[in-house]
């Protein structure tokens, strides 16, 4: 059985750091592609980041948060700095076998449990 184990969320002040931590158990995704989505309270889910051998972001986290990866350990890793309160959501990891980017969460085969961050003003 496939586990997303997702850590690190909490609350921080704006202008603030964060850093959430991905773990996968139960298979490799060394050669896939590992994401975080987010989804705040009344809005859809939304991409954040993803990578396979490069990097891709939202334009919104876009120069703040930084997405790496460690292979050794199966698990994605997510900074988040210079924190705003619109960052405010539950914090989702997902993974697909294949390296394939997509930014549509419905392209994705395991998911993680979510992480709240929450951001104040």
């Known amino acids: 059985q496939v586990q997303l184990v997702e850590s690190g969320g909490g609350l921080v002040q704006a202008g603030g750091s964060l850093r959430l931590s991905c773990a996968a158990f139960?298979?490799?995704?060394?050669?896939?592609?590992m994401s975080w989505f987010r989804q705040a309270p009344g809005k859809e889910r939304e991409f954040v980041a993803a990578v396979t051998w490069r990097e891709y972001y939202a334009d919104s986290v876009k120069d703040r948060f930084t997405i790496s990866r460690d292979n050794a350990k199966n698990t994605v890793y997510l900074q988040m700095n210079s924190l705003k309160p619109e960052d405010t959501a539950v914090y989702y990891c997902?993974?697909?076998?294949?390296?394939?980017?997509?930014?549509?969460?419905?392209?994705?085969?395991?998911w993680g449990q979510g992480t709240q961050v929450t951001v104040s003003s």
């Open positions: 139960g298979r490799t995704f060394s050669s896939g592609i």
């Open positions: 997902a993974a697909r076998p294949d390296a394939t980017y997509s930014r549509n969460y419905q392209g994705y085969d395991y």
